[in-house]
């Protein structure tokens, strides 16, 4: 597997220097939406976005449950932010995350939050995410939200041509392969020469630098800025010279490549995009009409749910699709057994999604017994 195809997957993050010590502002007022700020006391790493809404408030729930879970991988009340012992930026958890700075923008029809930080696991990496979330259902938007598939392909194709052409000068002039003089710790010119020609090659045909759900973008109403991983792993990171795929098209630019739909949107006039499904939805319900429960798919994960009252989340594999039915999705809920060193399947769930609503069944394996699930956008 080469370098790029294994650092592809994290379009979203890319080299950058990131402030020790920012002054990052409590709050941001914005029109329909509250951003606030929070803070844990003494850290200047330790900021993150809660929103508020009087005229959306299901709206702004969504948007929380998602920032959350992207970032934590679970559900973090307001108040457990503000306190070292609850706080989800507690250093003793192992892999770890900083925030640095957090900005938000609102938009006629969609608000933007922007999350500047740094994650760590077996190594530590800057990241910059901009999410962009519907005002009116609080579900996340995806840049095929705004484009038909038509036009994405082509606008796709056109900016691989570009990054292809960013790439070039560095195959120009291909050093000897015996090349043993170091240039940073084990690497040599040819191993640099190397990154940049299977990342080339990667680069020339799909799936690589595609334009889908996982692309990461930040977009207004006057441009796009569109971004993909590097071409170099985090070893190599300091000799790559490229660094992230950024483009950046004006309004007049990416204009051809809207759809109807996406052109309204974008525009200052109120629009609610029609027959809306996000990519990467927040639903929530109950099961057997009497537990509460929500639903989730954030980028780059498998589906999870929570029960309400207990906010642990559970994950869920895929237990078979049919391409004929794609509104229907079938899981198996497991649990680790630490005994016996194995996955043991607890449940199986099925539900049936038509228009915001969400039918099936809860299958406990435990008594056989069959439970009833109800879920809303």
Known sequence: MSIFRIFILFLSLWACSLP?????????????FHVEI????????????????????????????MLQFMIFEKPVKRRDFLKPSTSPFNRNESPWTSIYSVGSKEFTNFLSITIDGEGCGAYCEGFSYTLHFDKYSGQMLTLPDFFTPDKLKQLEDKLRAVNLKKIEPYLQ???????????????TD???YQMYQSCYDDLKKPPYLTLDSETNFSLSQQSLEITHGRCSNHAMRALDEIGSFTNTLTLKEFSP????????????????????????PVWSGKIANRY??????????????????????IELVENGRDPSHPQILKWVERKYDNQKRNWITTALI?????????????????????????LHE
Request: proline letters at 8%; a positive charge.
């Open 173 to 187: 002039d291909p050093p000897v392969r015996n090349d043993k003089e170091e240039i940073n710790g084990d690497f």
């Open 20 to 32: 020790t010590s920012a002054q990052q502002p409590k709050q941001e007022i914005t029109h329909d």
């Open 350 to 374: 099925q539900l049936r999604f038509k228009d915001k609503t969400a039918t099936g069944t809860y299958l406990r394996l435990s008594d056989k017994k069959t439970l009833p699930i109800i």
């Open 292 to 313: 509460p429960v929500t639903f989730i798919k954030a980028r780059y994960t498998r589906w999870h749910y929570w029960y309400d009252k207990y906010q642990t989340p």
């Open 257 to 280: 490549y809207l759809s109807d739909a996406g052109k309204q949107y974008l525009s200052t006039t109120p629009y609610q995009m029609p027959a809306f499904h996000s990519a990467f």
């Open 38 to 65: 929070l803070q844990l006391p003494k850290r200047s790493d330790a900021f993150f976005p809660f929103v508020s809404s009087k005229k959306y408030p299901r709206s702004a729930a969504k948007i929380n449950t």
């Open 190 to 192: 040819y191993d640099v």
